[in-house]
């Protein structure tokens, strides 16, 4: 077994309501080319960690984390590029503006293919696509259309929905919510709404969230099946939210953090990210490791407090892109950020695994209050020690461990923690 420890003591805790503090050291920097005095339209990060960015007549690609950028604009008949997908085989497809539809390429954007399907005049305001690779183009004022065949054709999805003005789509990737499909919708003239599929869009049925004239602006969701919403208020009068479901979407509570949402994402120990305007209530960007319970500033280092888009790649590495200030990146994965809690976490926790299922490794994090002795083992459904990824002395603070299995068969797993009386275990699958 590999095991490796990294330790992750990442910036002071903040509660509600949520205040800026200034850091010891800035999180973020500038991208070695970061395309400054661009006015971007959309950015995204591959399965190889390749970064695509948009701009206004203009589309490029890094290899390298940012420091050198490709123009792989050619072919795109001078449309702007709103949204951008990537399915299992590394294909790429972006929906456009000015009735430019949709785009593909085979080979990372050196050659473009422009689908000639029913969508060829339309401006797509934005592009999904799930795990079994069906594509969702919104299309604002006309609906939602699926194709089930990487794109030669498609077919409206509309059934049970009231307004085909879209403000937020998401596809949840992990646990019991996967593949469901979350949308808000609404304009000052509409009410605003929630939507939820269950069925890749062939039924669409409204969500109990209150949203008192706000708009929901992004989602994100966690291998534990919560979601999360972010809401916007019009004209910025007053701040927006981040609320969150455990049940799928039925209901909704507080989760925390109040601001004009512009994006939530999620990283690959599942902390969350959530981006906001600079508004009444403040912008920039806040991280809560702890499901919503507390929220941290993570905006040291970024020029401005409000901004556009979020990515993270599978490296750990952050990626901002604010127009005309460019790309920046975080100085160090998500987890190796060397920065320290003002407050250390009060209480002993062992959090779920990510990813869970997992092949080949999945990581571990766990909080520590105060100077312990820990364990961290893992068991199979026998009870038969299987590996003891920790056996020693630790200072407080937050940890990671990392589990890579070498000739388990698949199965479920558990992981127990154990610091004087504070005993944890939860459950994990491998699948082969």
């Not at 605003?192 to 706000?214: C, I, K, P, Y």
């Not at 708009?215 to 004209?235: D, H, I, K, M, R």
């Not at 892109?321 to 998500?334: C, L």
């Not at 695994?353 to 997992?358: E, G, S, T, V």
Request: hydrophobic share 35%; aromatic share 14%; net charge negative.
């Amino acid at each position: 077994m590999k095991t490796s420890i990294f330790i992750a003591i990442v910036f002071a805790v903040l509660l509600f309501p949520f205040s800026q503090i200034s850091s010891q050291q800035n999180i973020w920097e500038p991208v070695g080319n970061r395309l400054e005095g661009k006015d971007f339209t959309t950015l995204a990060v591959d399965q190889n960690d390749n970064l695509y960015v948009g701009i206004g007549n203009g589309f490029y690609k890094s290899t390298n984390n940012g420091d050198e950028w490709i123009n792989i604009y050619d072919g795109l008949d001078g449309h702007d590029i709103y949204s951008i997908v990537f399915n299992n085989s590394g294909e790429i497809f972006i929906g456009t503006s000015n009735g430019g539809g949709i785009f593909k390429s085979t080979n990372e954007g050196e050659n473009w293919i422009h689908l000639n399907d029913s969508l060829i005049n339309f401006s797509i305001r934005k592009l999904e696509i799930n795990n079994n690779d069906y594509l969702f183009a919104f299309i604002d004022f006309r609906g939602i259309y699926r194709s089930m065949d990487i794109g030669n054709s498609w077919e409206e999805v509309n059934n049970g929905l009231t307004n085909f003005i879209f403000n937020s789509t998401f596809i949840s990737k992990l646990g019991p919510t996967k593949d469901f499909i979350f949308i808000g919708v609404g304009s000052l003239s509409d009410i605003s709404a929630v939507f939820r599929t269950t069925d890749n869009g062939s039924n669409w049925e409204h969500m109990n969230l209150n949203l008192s004239g706000e708009f929901a602006w992004a989602f994100t969701s966690n291998s534990l099946g919560e979601v999360y919403v972010g809401t916007q208020s019009p004209w910025h009068h007053s701040n927006g939210r981040v609320s969150k479901s455990t049940d799928g979407g039925y209901n909704w509570s507080g989760a925390g953090y109040s601001s004009q949402i512009a994006i939530l994402i999620l990283d690959r120990n599942e902390f969350i990210y959530a981006g906001a305007w600079n508004s009444w209530g403040g912008g920039g960007i806040a991280r809560t490791t702890d499901l919503g319970a507390n929220w941290e500033s993570f905006s040291s280092g970024l020029p401005t407090e409000s901004f556009e888009y979020l990515v993270c790649n599978s490296q750990g590495i952050l990626f901002a892109g604010i127009s005309y200030e460019g790309i920046f990146r975080t100085t160090g994965t998500t987890t190796d950020v060397e920065e320290y809690y003002e407050n250390v976490p009060n209480e002993f926790n062992l959090s779920q695994n990510y990813p869970n299922p997992f092949n080949p490794s999945t990581k571990i994090t766990y909080t520590i209050p105060e100077l312990s002795f820990i364990t961290l083992k893992v068991y199979d459904v026998m009870g038969n020690e299987i590996s003891s990824l920790v056996n020693e002395e630790k200072a407080a603070g937050i940890y990671e461990a990392e589990f890579d299995v070498a000739n388990l068969p698949s199965g479920i797993y558990f992981y127990r923690l154990k610091a004087g009386s504070f005993v944890k275990t939860k459950k994990m699958v491998l699948l082969r």
